[in-house]
């Protein structure tokens, strides 16, 4: 997969309209290979997860045009080929698989809640949390998974209100979204068959994780727009 990180390393030293436009031909082979890799990761994936349709691998690929409006960067691109694969495609709910090709060392693979901004999804999490701690504690450390992953997300300075501070779980009450990342070196990313073997075994290893937010989120419903 070295011809994406050749283009997204040349897209992050001219991040331009100019030089985009001038090099559409090289966006759309290193674009279809990353379509490519993304179609051979949901074949993958659910050899383990049934919860994952097939689908077109641009149903849940991202944009590089960056939305500007609000940044003091005002780049027009995101030098990264994004895709999220959950059960209902690239919606952040249900939480799904996340991958991000990105140089410099900047690659991850992800999974569970990234977004904190839906309080309603944010409060499901915690009571589930709270209600089914040993469950919770069982997946975050199991050996295999605490070999590979630590839990990420924007947490709180105290226990929220509703809570009790000296729950068991307290900690990961104070969280307002639950993630995980592992970085990929660009060695790996360049070799496309280790990349493959490496995603499929770290999602694997993903998946309690986000069987377990997914539990807690059964009946959340994505704001309509």
């Given at each position: 997969?070295q011809?994406?990180?050749?283009?997204?390393?040349?897209?992050?030293k001219?991040?331009?309209?100019?030089w985009?436009h001038?090099?559409k031909?090289?966006?759309k082979?290193?674009?279809?290979?990353?379509e490519?890799?993304?179609?051979?990761?949901i074949?993958?994936?659910?050899?383990?997860?049934?919860?994952?349709?097939f689908r077109?691998?641009?149903?849940?690929?991202?944009?590089?045009m960056r939305?500007?409006?609000?940044?003091?960067?005002?780049?027009?691109?995101?030098?990264?080929?994004r895709?999220?694969?959950?059960?209902e495609?690239?919606?952040?709910?249900p939480?799904?698989?996340?991958l991000?090709?990105?140089?410099?060392?900047?690659?991850?693979l992800?999974g569970?809640?990234?977004?904190?901004m839906?309080?309603?999804?944010?409060?499901?999490?915690?009571?589930?949390?709270?209600v089914?701690?040993?469950?919770?504690?069982?997946?975050?450390?199991a050996?295999?998974?605490?070999?590979?992953?630590t839990v990420?997300?924007?947490v709180?300075?105290?226990?929220?209100?509703?809570?009790?501070k000296e729950?068991?779980?307290?900690e990961f009450?104070?969280?307002?979204?639950?993630y995980l990342?592992?970085?990929?070196?660009?060695?790996?990313?360049a070799?496309?068959?280790?990349?493959?073997?490496?995603?499929?075994?770290?999602?694997r290893?993903m998946?309690?994780?986000?069987?377990f937010l997914n539990?807690?989120?059964?009946?959340f419903?994505?704001?309509?727009?």
């Open positions: 997969m011809v994406i990180l050749d283009y997204l390393k040349e897209l992050e001219h991040n331009d309209r100019e985009y001038a090099h031909e090289e966006y082979e290193a674009n279809a290979r990353f490519t890799l993304v179609q051979e990761l074949l993958q994936i659910r050899k383990f997860d049934d919860s994952i349709q077109e691998a641009k149903e849940l690929t991202f944009k590089l939305d500007t409006r609000f940044s003091h960067d005002k780049s027009p691109y995101n030098p990264a080929f895709a999220h694969i959950g059960p495609g690239k919606l952040p709910v939480v799904g698989y996340y991000m090709i990105k140089p410099g060392g900047q690659s991850f992800g569970g809640l990234f977004a904190d839906f309080k309603d999804a944010t409060s499901m999490i915690r009571n589930y949390i709270s089914n701690g040993k469950e919770w504690e069982e997946i975050v450390h050996p295999e998974f605490q070999k590979e992953f990420q997300g924007t709180l300075k105290n226990v929220p209100a509703g809570y009790d729950h068991p779980q307290a009450l104070k969280f307002k979204s639950w990342e592992y970085p990929v070196g660009d060695g790996i990313v070799d496309e068959k280790l990349f493959l073997a490496e995603a499929a075994r770290l999602f290893l998946k309690p994780f986000n069987d539990r807690a989120l059964t009946d419903r994505m704001p309509v727009r």
